[in-house]
């Protein structure tokens, strides 16, 4: 079993910043993205690390204003997001993959960027 925690969502004006952070509580290893969804739209990647941490990937739409990372502990992930606009207000997932196979989504948090 798998409980994903995440925190940090809120409001804020265009250009501005926040950091989302999730927490897989469980005794597996987790391979962790961020998701987001707006509304009237379909859930969409945003950004992820490699099994081994070192390796981020992200969406076109994010890169060179969003960061994510883990601060190499196991299990954790967190979105550093600058330069935010408007059309980045979404409610933010999080994900766990384990290595069995099994995925695993957090409750969500909200972000919203107004103009």
């Known amino acids: 079993q798998v409980q994903l925690v995440e925190s940090g969502g809120g409001s804020v004006q265009a250009g501005g910043s926040l950091r989302l952070s999730c927490i897989a509580h469980?005794?597996?290893?987790?391979?962790m993205d961020w998701f987001r969804q707006a509304p009237g739209k379909e859930r969409e990647f945003v950004a992820g690390?490699?099994?081994?941490?070192?390796?981020?990937s992200y969406a076109d739409s994010v890169k060179d204003r969003f960061t994510a990372s883990s601060d190499n502990v196991e299990n954790r992930l967190h979105l550093q997001m600058n330069s935010l606009k408007p059309e980045d207000t979404a409610v933010y997932y999080c994900k766990c993959v384990t290595s069995g196979g099994f995925s695993y989504w957090g409750q969500g948090t909200q972000v919203t960027v107004s103009s």
């Open positions: 690390l490699s099994w081994s941490g070192g390796m981020a």
């Open positions: 469980t005794a597996a290893t987790c391979y």
